[in-house]
């Protein structure tokens, strides 16, 4: 089980004992560009999924507040993402979150490879109620760094996504609405002639109205090479 903890814009804390984590793909509100999605990952041997939008189970230890990610390989990347946090009280929290993915193993499916990597959250958040009237607005951002150069990768906001409210809604239905629970939202597009393969990860989920914004980084590190 993972332990977290997010910082309140009042200066109050939210500690959260992990106990479900899912992560939503092919999330798209407009499920026409999600279908061209699908479509251009079948080219590249990503199996299709069976329905959309998707939940993927992943493993409640993947949730972390983190710097640092070590991975086996050099085709791994992340994705820029909002995540709703169900706290101890019930009370929804809502920050900033990359799912630091497996792109080899996404090939022979996407579950396995969601499971491969973390969902690295941010360590502040927002109450979901204090933004609810202006989700559509959030932006989100990523970018990657390849030595000394920082790249922008992402850029677009919440509007994209099936909204809080309705996973939310999903979670609810399926009896899973329970604290502990975090739920990652799935991602925008990312630029085209831009490497992911990036040595760092940099996410940005900001609030226009009022200027505030939730800030996580790591660096992606290598494993050691293995014996045997």
């Known amino acids: 089980m993972a332990a977290l903890t997010f910082t309140l814009p009042d200066g109050t804390t939210r500690d959260v004992d992990v106990v479900q984590v899912f992560n939503a793909g092919y999330a798209g509100r407009r499920q026409q560009d999600v279908a061209a999605h699908v479509a251009e990952l079948a080219e590249l041997g990503v199996p299709a999924p069976s329905t959309t939008p998707a939940l993927y189970p992943v493993s409640p230890y993947l949730a972390q507040q983190t710097e640092r990610v070590a991975v086996q390989h050099g085709r791994t990347s992340g994705e820029a993402e909002w995540a709703l946090v169900v706290a101890d009280d019930g009370e929804v929290l809502l920050t900033a979150a990359c799912d630091h993915t497996d792109r080899a193993l996404e090939v022979h499916g ?62 609810k239905e399926r009896g899973q609405f329970v604290p502990g629970t975090v739920l990652i939202s799935g991602t925008i597009p990312m630029a085209e002639g831009i490497d992911q393969f990036a040595e760092r990860w940099r996410v940005e989920l900001a609030d226009p109205t009022t200027g505030a914004s939730i800030e996580l980084a790591y660096d992606v590190v290598p494993l050691p090479a293995p014996i045997g």
Do not use: C, F, M
Request: glycine share 4%; aromatic share 8%; net charge negative.
């Open 110 to 171: 996407v579950a396995w490879s969601k499971n491969a990597g973390p969902d690295v959250l941010a360590r502040s958040a927002w109450r979901l109620e204090d933004v609810a009237d202006r989700i559509d607005a959030l932006t989100l951002k990523a970018w990657v760094t390849h030595g000394a150069e920082e790249s922008a990768l992402q850029s677009g906001t919440a509007a994209e996504l099936l909204t809080p409210h309705y996973w939310v809604e999903v979670l």
